[in-house]
T-cell receptor
Framework: KNQVEQSPQSLIILEGKNCTLQCNYTVSPFSNLRWYKQDTGRGPVSLTIMTFSENTKSNGRYTATLDADTKQSSLHITASQLSDSASYICVVSGLDAGKSTFGDGTTLTVKP | DAGVIQSPRHEVTEMGQEVTLRCKPISGHNSLFWYRQTMMRGLELLIYFNNNVPIDDSGMPEDRFSAKMPNASFSTLKIQPSEPRDSAVYFC?????????????FGEGSWLTVV
């Protein structure tokens, strides 16, 4: 069964600090991995998308890495801001790019 | 670009009533998705269309749920009859061609409460 597990479940950091969120998956065969940010009460917004051949992708202060051999991905947030407080969801797709397996998300709280 | 547009944003209805959720995808996108999000189950794919044709509806919970996409710019998700356990946020999303390499854009969701 395809699974996506994210850790930690929740995280609290101080403004300006860095943090790293983890995503492990068992989806096989693998097509792509996406990281989304979901603010409370809003729809998810894409941060990065990586295919098998890519091992890092940046979007501003967000940097995602992918190790397709170990089936692990991480999302690193640099110099956190209060607006980074949100849920971060890892989504993995197999051969059918329309069917994705969602992680349960990591809830990040950035405090002043 | 207006993004994916969903309506209504919020709906409260009584058990047994019919609910219709509407979605306008981003122009030029050829894939459309309906997801449901709850605290217990997270985000789940209900159905997705490619070029207006339903490709996979294995996530549709039961026969009370139906989805249509009569043209490239409009889709509906209908629940009839509705039940309290259908209370959730329903997201519509769309993606341009080659969705395996492209971003899926989500709408802001339709918040459904069935009492």
């Amino acid at each position: 069964k395809n699974q996506v597990e994210q850790s930690p479940q929740s995280l609290i950091i101080l403004e300006g600090k860095n943090c790293t969120l983890q995503c492990n998956y068992t989806v096989s065969p693998f097509s792509n991995l996406r990281w989304y940010k979901q603010d409370t009460g809003r729809g998810p917004v894409s941060l990065t998308i990586m295919t098998f051949s890519e091992n890092t992708k940046s979007n501003g202060r967000y940097t995602a890495t992918l190790d397709a051999d170990t089936k692990q991905s991480s999302l690193h947030i640099t110099a956190s801001q209060l607006s980074d407080s949100a849920s971060y969801i890892c989504v993995v797709s197999g051969l059918d790019a329309g069917k994705s397996t969602f992680g349960d998300g990591t809830t990040l709280t950035v405090k002043p | 670009d207006a993004g994916v547009i969903q309506s209504p944003r919020h709906e409260v209805t009584e058990m047994g009533q019919e609910v219709t959720l509407r979605c306008k995808p981003i122009s030029g996108h050829n894939s459309l998705f309906w997801y449901r999000q709850t605290m217990m189950r997270g985000l789940e794919l209900l159905i997705y269309f490619n070029n207006n044709v339903p490709i996979d509806d294995s996530g549709m919970p039961e026969d009370r749920f139906s989805a249509k996409m009569p043209n490239a710019s409009f889709s509906t998700l209908k629940i009839q009859p509705s039940e309290p356990r259908d209370s959730a946020v329903y997201f519509c999303a769309s993606s341009p061609p080659q969705m395996g390499k492209n971003t899926i854009y989500f709408g802001e969701g339709s918040w459904l409460t069935v009492v």
